[in-house]
């Protein structure tokens, strides 16, 4: 019996431990690539890059729109204008449907992603900020510390993601991109975007964008950092923010 027990215990401390913990979130900064032309009247909500342009939804009431966007130029090319009563939000692609939120309507909007014409609509018991997907879900945020999965055809909610740092709630969670298997988030009113694992809610990394956001208010009367949209095909990844000139891509780089 004896040499049963020292056997285990020989055995026991030969397993190694894996009940570290969390990881420590990777920092990053980032490296200017290009900038382009940006409506400085373009109250940005919510951005997404797709076969070559920019989709864009811009907030306000009186001045919300979902935009088609030449890149290179900043000309828009097609625009489609919300009714008086509706902050536009955050927008996203979902196959050949572009899906919209407003702000306190709680009332998204579903259309036809070549004609812009409306083709439905849905209702949420949250404010809507920003919207993504990962190819089967739709995630949504409403400015709290939470995500919402959805079902893309029905709308219907299927599960909640509760994000943190380091056991602290994240809260301002805005405008949202799926990055290739990672959620990306601007935090409302800072400088940073949060990078959020989908299985865990945890923050696994933080993109400190404060240079950028001090260049943009030289130029003239901006708002905040919001909008992001990642190129899949190139793996460019684009960044800009309400009133903004420029719309920049950039590229990330560890923080010393």
Not at 42 to 63: C, K, M, P
Not at 154 to 169: C, D, H, L, M, N
Not at 216 to 237: F, H, P, T
Request: proline share 3%; charged share 20%; net charge negative.
């Amino acid at each position: 019996m004896r040499r049963l027990v020292i056997l285990l215990l020989v055995v026991l401390l030969a397993i190694p431990l894996t009940c570290s913990g969390p990881k420590e979130a990777t920092l990053y900064t980032y490296e200017v690539v290009n900038a382009y032309p940006h409506d400085t009247e373009a109250f940005t909500q919510g951005l997404v890059f797709e076969d070559g342009f920019l989709y864009e939804g811009t907030g306000l009431e009186g001045r919300s729109s979902l935009r088609k966007v030449d890149l290179a130029t900043g000309e828009v090319l097609q625009i489609k204008s919300l009714s008086q009563e509706f902050f536009g939000e955050g927008i996203t692609i979902y196959r050949d449907k572009i899906i919209q939120l407003t702000w306190k309507s709680r009332i998204g909007f579903v259309y036809d992603k070549n004609s812009f014409v409306k083709i439905g609509e849905f209702t949420y018991p949250t404010e809507g900020w920003g919207i993504t997907h990962d190819g089967k879900r739709l995630i949504m945020s409403d400015g709290t510390a939470a995500l919402y999965l959805l079902n893309p055809e029905t709308f219907a909610q299927t599960g909640k993601i509760r994000v943190s740092y380091e056991g602290t709630p994240v809260s301002g969670l805005n405008e949202l991109e799926y990055i290739k298997g990672e959620i990306y988030a601007n935090v409302w009113q800072t400088n940073r975007i949060a990078i959020i694992s989908p299985k865990t809610g945890e923050v696994v990394g933080w993109i400190d964008l404060s240079g950028l956001v001090a260049t943009e208010r030289s130029l003239g009367k901006v708002d905040v950092l919001n909008g992001i949209a990642y190129d899949a095909k190139n793996g460019r990844l684009f960044v800009t923010g309400k009133l903004w000139p420029r719309v920049f891509e950039i590229k990330l780089a560890l923080q010393e």
